[in-house]
């Protein structure tokens, strides 16, 4: 048996398909025989348990005791459940979950650790303003070189991911997989058809001859909205018929432009099934960062949900692999401080060139080599 650990993390469309959905998908396909061990916050630790249960029966679900930063409390407990269920491994998906695991590794059963490293999480916080207490944010980078350095084997999401550890923590083992976020395994990439995307788009008020630009996610407390802003206003200017939807909650940076291009920023919050049809109604996605450690060796889940509806990606330099994978596979636009290029409704073609990029990439069965690869190093 082996077990995938994650600490402080609740249960969220996140969760679900990187780590719920990974699980299920190599005990299917791989026979890998891995139980989610997960320590919870106690606030609503009922209800996250039952969302948590309900698609992963067999997890174990362990409250934080007394806090988060108080994470070595919480190593007993482990240790606890490693010496009656005996695993022989731990995929450790954040830093400090990798830490316990090797704090009870050779003590227990455990020999081998893996850290899912997700990001450059020392960056992120110093970059960011993370809100986690002082105490994590003086022991982070040593919480997170040791995470790199002692575990037995990696995943990276991303291979800017790798040669960051190279650069910051003298990694040179070269023991690690990259295997970036996917989709959903039940999620099935389909071309709509141009009746289909007809239908989408009268169902949220758009035309067929509005080029729309799609943005999903938060834009809340974002410091660099205005870059966004500053590709997306000369964009507006250039025609009436020209749009944007924001598939986020309702924000005071949306509300900013909706009064300066009345009628051509639309907003909307759907549940996550509901986003594949929202976005296909589309012409583009919309990734744009600041360029800072923390962008740089990202793997935004978002580049694949763009591409699973069939839309082109508008990125900006520097966003982990996919600038680069934009640039190879011509499936987008470069953002280079430069107004965007006149853009064009998008064809049936060229959605289905794009859909067949993610199936190509961006599915846990595109990537079951390298899961493969995974398990063959943890057995």
């Known amino acids: 048996m082996k077990f995938y650990l994650t600490y402080a993390e609740p249960p969220s469309g996140v ?3 990187q780590v719920a959905d990974v699980i299920s998908f190599l005990n299917l396909k791989l026979n890998a025989n891995i139980r989610l061990v997960a320590f919870i916050s106690l606030h609503d630790f009922s209800s996250s348990r039952k969302i948590i249960k309900k698609e992963l029966p067999n997890a174990i679900i362990l409250p934080m005791l007394p806090r988060a930063t108080y994470w070595r409390i919480n190593v007993f407990q482990l240790w606890i459940l490693c010496f009656f269920l005996r695993p022989t491994s731990i995929i450790a998906r954040n830093v400090i979950a990798a830490n316990m695991a090797l704090k009870i590794r050779n003590s227990t059963s455990v020999k081998n650790v893996c850290f899912d490293g997700r990001g450059a999480i020392a960056a992120e916080w110093r970059e960011y303003e993370v809100n ?14 040791r995470a790199v350095i002692e575990s037995d084997y990696r995943i990276a999401v991303t291979e800017k991911l790798i040669d960051y550890w190279h650069k910051q ?13 996917t989709l959903n395994s039940s999620f099935s990439p389909k071309t709509p058809t141009d009746i289909e995307k007809k239908q989408a788009r009268e169902n949220i008020g758009l035309q067929s001859q509005d080029i729309v630009l799609a943005y999903s996610g938060s834009t809340a407390g974002w410091q660099s909205f205005s870059i966004l802003y500053n590709y997306l206003a000369p964009f507006l200017n250039q025609k009436s018929d020209n749009k944007v939807l924001f598939l986020s909650k309702p924000e005071a940076n949306i509300q900013k432009l909706e009064k300066e291009f009345p009628g051509q ?10 986003v594949p049809i929202v976005l296909s109604a589309c012409d583009m996605g919309i990734l744009i960062r ?26 900006t330099n520097n966003i982990g692999d996919y600038s680069d994978f934009v640039k190879v596979h011509q499936c987008g636009i470069i953002a280079n401080g430069k107004p965007l290029p006149n853009i064009q409704n998008v064809d049936f073609t060229t959605r289905s060139r794009m859909i067949n990029l993610v199936n190509l990439h961006f599915t846990k069965n595109a990537q079951l080599n390298n899961y493969s690869e995974l398990m063959k190093n943890l057995n």
């Open 290 to 315: 600041e360029d800072s450690v923390t962008n740089r060796v990202a793997s935004p889940t978002k580049f694949a949900e763009y591409l699973s509806a069939g839309l082109q990606v508008i990125i």
């Open 265 to 274: 920023i639309m907003q909307k919050w759907v549940n996550h099934q509901e």
């Open 169 to 181: 923590y003298s990694y040179a083992s070269g023991k690690h997989v990259v295997i970036p976020c």
């Open 132 to 145: 986690v207490v002082d105490q994590w944010k003086k022991e982070i980078d040593h919480l997170e070189q």
């Open 15 to 17: 969760f679900s398909s």
